[in-house]
């Protein structure tokens, strides 16, 4: 959402000033928790200007890192065009550069003209030049299963532009913007709050130019289908056909933390089953992936089983 509210900077902050008074703030853990206070939202926005005004000790601590080249950023694995000032297990404070498009291959490091929602709550100021323009959605988590090409209902707020002294705070898992290519180089200064419960990004077909409303969308690509590597790697092990390769893709299934992953360990130790007429090992496979604490496994082994041939009831 855009911060129309916020306080005037009549001073500029150091880093070290900014994280003090982080450190002395609920916001911070507040919005990790998903509990959002507009008043502390709008006190960090303020707090974050304030920091951005700073430009002399941003651009020495740049100049610093540059002067010992092997070490620059090192712990920076985020996409080619930023710059980490800080980070630690909650928060991380970078610089983002928006170059415009000079040819097709500017694309590649940037999300332009590609609606995406964010698995974490962020805040971005206008830190130089004009800055971009972004088209601003929100939609319900809670409705959207993750599966490719699912029907998703957006809600269109229009266009804003990250111009100077402009503050956004942005909604982890409900807000999508669709970001353009600036008129000139522009660069944002992000907070990114880390949250103490991770969900899912999403990235969304919108072939709507409509501005405002509610407009129909659809996941571009979906959470399963993200794991390609992984899935030719768990059906490969599994046509190898001996014991120690199966129970490591069954050890997968129960035991890894991404549910996307347990569930393409399910679907291979299904298909192989499937494939050797194995009827008893479907449903030993199908009742472990019913008991895993996930509702998308279930609904997604559900409909797997559903359209297996060797599962369909017998005519009478």
Excluded at 134 to 153: A, F, H, I, P, Q
Excluded at 204 to 228: C, H, N, T, V
């Amino acid at each position: 959402m855009l911060l129309n509210n916020i306080t005037p900077v009549n001073k500029s902050l150091t880093l070290q000033d900014l994280l003090g008074i982080l450190s002395h703030s609920s916001a911070i853990s507040n919005v990790a928790n998903g509990i959002y206070v507009e008043s502390e939202i709008l006190e960090v926005g303020s707090w974050l200007s304030a920091y951005a005004a700073n430009k002399d000790e941003i651009f020495s601590q740049i100049i610093t890192e540059l002067e010992n080249p092997y070490q620059f950023q090192l712990e920076n694995d985020i996409q080619a065009p930023s710059f980490i000032l800080y980070s630690n297990e909650r928060i991380t404070i970078r610089l983002v550069m928006w170059l415009p498009l000079q040819g097709k291959l500017d694309r590649t490091p940037y999300s332009y003209e590609e609606a995406h929602d964010h698995n974490f709550d962020f805040w971005t100021v206008n830190f130089f030049g004009g800055g971009y323009r972004t088209r601003l959605y929100d939609y319900d988590y809670d409705k959207v299963s993750g599966v490719n090409n699912e029907v998703v209902e957006l809600n269109c707020y229009g266009d804003k532009i990250l111009s100077p002294n402009t503050v956004m705070f942005y909604f982890r898992s409900k807000d999508v913007h669709t970001q353009y290519p600036p008129d000139e180089l522009s660069v944002s200064l992000n907070l990114i709050v880390r949250p103490i419960k991770s969900k899912h990004q999403y990235e969304f077909q919108i072939d709507s130019d409509a501005l405002e409303g509610k407009i129909e969308a659809r996941i571009k690509k979906g959470r399963y289908e993200r794991y390609a590597f992984q899935n030719v790697l768990y059906n490969g092990l599994l046509s190898l056909e001996n014991e120690k390769s199966r129970q490591l893709v069954h050890k997968v299934s129960l035991c890894n933390h991404r549910e996307e992953i347990r569930l393409i360990a399910y679907e291979a130790l299904l298909k192989h089953a499937q494939k050797k007429g194995n009827v008893s090992d479907i449903k030993s496979i199908s009742e472990q992936a019913f008991k895993d604490q996930s509702l998308y496994i279930k609904n997604k082994i559900s409909h797997s089983i559903g359209s297996m041939p060797c599962m369909s009831p017998k005519p009478r």
